[in-house]
């Protein structure tokens, strides 16, 4: 079984930065693409970056230059960087197998909110 469970989020202000973390289990997390969604009350999900098994990386153009995808195979970590944080970033962020939006193989998800 997937098992996902991520970590990070919380309360900063504008400029400000986070690092997220994500924990997986139940699958070869070496062999797999994973991604970063988000997600803000009434909006569908919404991707923000991805990284490949060869650790290739992708980032939404709204993210650019800000946040910084990684990953550690040996603890089968996920982590996104957060700097430079928006007002518009502020939304429940979720680690997610594969590259693109899945819906069925994602975590619980932590809360970034961004406000003064």
């Known amino acids: 079984e997937v098992r996902l469970v991520e970590s990070g989020g919380g309360l900063v202000q504008p400029g400000g930065s986070l690092m997220l973390s994500c924990v997986a289990s139940g699958f070869t997390f070496s062999t797999y693409a994973m991604s970063w969604l988000r997600q803000v009350p009434g909006q569908d999900l919404e991707w923000v970056s991805a990284i490949n098994d060869e650790g290739k990386t992708y980032y939404t153009e709204a993210v650019k230059g800000r946040f910084t995808i990684s990953r550690d195979n040996a603890k089968s970590t996920l982590y996104l960087q957060l700097t430079n944080l928006k007002t518009e970033d502020t939304a429940m962020y979720y680690c997610?197998?594969?590259?693109?939006?899945?819906?069925?193989?994602r975590g619980q998800g932590t809360q970034v909110t961004v406000s003064s």
């Open positions: 997610s197998k594969g590259h693109g939006i899945n819906r069925r193989e």
